[in-house]
Structures are given as structure tokens and as C-alpha cells.
């Protein structure tokens, strides 16, 4: 009899639990989940191919910028959607063809427009232009910071790039700062196209082609499409320094030599404020 009544206990218990459970388990609020709006198609994607111009201690460096904020009093960090993103790239050490200063640092800046649209296809993203540092780079800083200056508009994002060039038993340090702000139409762009044509990006990959366009870049400071089997050994050349895509755009940059040869260790960029500190400094 007590066994009798033990067991139906346990079942009207077992029925209650299995009552419960699935009455919460109909009543249970969804868990948020995230979904893919959209994907990159592969070929499409941030520049990472590889280059047998890369030196042995060589590190890729890449930004995701927004070209332009909005210049708004009340909300500063308003981005400016139709100006499109920037994708900058570096390469710290870059093997080149002069004979003094074998290593130089390689900076190329891409722009693409921002699109939301969920299956849209995606534009390219295009060079707007390349520029090789005189030696390879130590350190970077990139400064987002914005800061408001005293006429009431916000300070430029600057990207500080510090190179080192030999100097017999020495080190030179210098920096080359980029003002991200700046996207403008190189003043030598119209006349250079005027002058080698406006077909220049579509040359080929032949042996030919690519003597011309080494030639263009050195000269004319024309960028070949750097998708060419070729484009990073025209960068390498001799007498190259810096060219602009088919847009003519570059950034404003200045370059600022630091004293003394001791190692720098620590580097950073505050508004118009470059801060950095050398081996062996108390």
C-alpha cells in the first residue's frame, strides 16, 4: 500500500515538473541573436596580397579610416558617408633598387565608397595614391583624437610615421606625418596626365608595358594599377618616390627630422604635439 502511494506520488510530481517546464519553455522570450546583413565578396576585400620586395623583418600595417567627418558644432563625430572609407596599408620594410639606402617603407592609401544595402555589390577599392618613405619604419601613431582648437574647429587625424635612414655608424630618425584631413588633387596631376595620356592605368603586364610604366611613375608620378603582377617592382625602382591613382588625390605630408642617434623607444602625436622618447633617457 505505502509503495502504491509513494509511486503516485512521484508521478503526479513528474507530471507537475513536465507541466511546468513546458509551459516556460512556450512562454520563453527569444535570445537576440545577430544576423549577416552582408558579406564582401572575396575579391573585394582589404589589400593583403603578399611581395617579394618585403624585407625579412617587414610588418603590415593597415587602417580602416573614414575619408571626412562632417564639421558639425554640436556632434563632432559625425562621419560624412558619401566621402567613402579609407583603407590605409604600410609596409615597414621595403626591399628598393637604390644602391645607399637598400630599405625603404612603403605606404599605399585605398578609398571606397560605404555601402549598406544588404546583397548590393560592392565597389573596389581604389588607389588613390603610394608613397615610399626614405628608410624603414620603427614606429606609428596614428592620432584620432580631434581635438578642438582655439578658432572652434576640430584639430586634423594625423598619422605619424617614424623612419630610421643609416648614416655611416649612425641612426637618422625622422617623421613623416600625414594629415588624414587633407585629400586633395595633386597640383603636377592634369598636366601629367595631359602629357603621357589618359590610358596610362590600363597598361599590361607585359615586359614593354611595364617598362613604360615604371618610367611614367618615376617621371610623371603616375601610379600604374597596382593589381599588376609588375606594380611593386616599379615602386622599388631607383628614382621612384611617390604617385597618385586615376583620382589625382594624395594627403598633405611633412617630414621632421629628430635629434640625436640613440634608439627611439616610445612615440606618440598629440594634435601639433609630437612626443617620443630615446634608449637611455631619465
Not at 217 to 246: H, M, T
Amino acid at each position: 500500500m505505502r509503495y502504491a502511494l509513494r509511486t503516485r506520488q512521484g508521478i503526479l510530481v513528474a507530471v507537475g515538473a513536465a507541466y511546468i517546464f513546458v509551459l516556460a519553455w512556450f512562454n520563453r522570450q527569444p535570445i537576440p541573436t545577430t544576423a549577416l546583413l552582408h558579406e564582401s565578396d572575396n575579391s573585394l576585400k582589404l589589400r593583403t596580397t603578399g611581395s617579394s620586395h618585403l624585407g625579412t623583418k617587414n610588418k603590415d600595417i593597415h587602417w580602416l579610416e573614414p575619408t571626412q567627418y562632417l564639421e558639425l558644432s554640436d556632434t563632432p563625430g559625425v562621419i560624412n558617408l558619401d566621402a567613402g572609407l579609407l583603407h590605409i596599408r604600410l609596409h615597414t620594410e621595403f626591399r628598393t633598387l637604390q644602391a645607399r639606402q637598400p630599405l625603404g617603407g612603403l605606404l599605399k592609401v585605398y578609398r571606397k565608397p560605404l555601402q549598406f544595402v544588404k546583397g548590393g555589390v560592392e565597389d573596389a577599392w581604389e588607389l588613390l595614391f603610394v608613397d615610399r618613405l626614405p628608410g624603414p619604419v620603427r614606429l606609428t601613431y596614428l592620432d584620432r583624437t580631434r581635438l578642438r582648437q582655439p578658432d572652434g574647429q576640430h584639430a586634423p587625424r594625423r598619422l605619424a610615421v617614424l623612419y630610421y635612414v643609416a648614416d655611416q655608424e649612425t641612426m637618422a630618425y625622422a617623421t613623416r606625418i600625414y594629415d588624414l584631413e587633407s585629400l586633395h588633387k595633386a597640383k603636377y596631376f592634369d598636366a601629367a596626365v595631359k602629357k603621357v595620356g589618359p590610358k596610362w592605368w590600363e597598361l599590361g603586364n607585359d615586359t614593354e608595358a611595364a617598362v613604360q610604366a615604371a618610367k611614367i611613375a618615376a617621371e610623371n608620378w603616375l601610379c600604374p594599377d597596382d593589381e599588376l603582377k609588375l606594380a611593386d617592382s616599379i615602386f622599388a625602382g631607383a628614382y621612384f618616390r611617390q604617385c597618385v591613382g586615376r583620382a589625382g588625390l594624395k594627403f598633405h605630408s611633412v617630414d621632421v627630422g629628430l635629434p640625436g642617434a640613440q634608439d627611439v623607444i616610445e612615440f606618440s602625436l598629440r594634435g601639433s604635439t609630437l612626443l617620443y622618447s630615446r634608449l637611455n633617457d631619465v
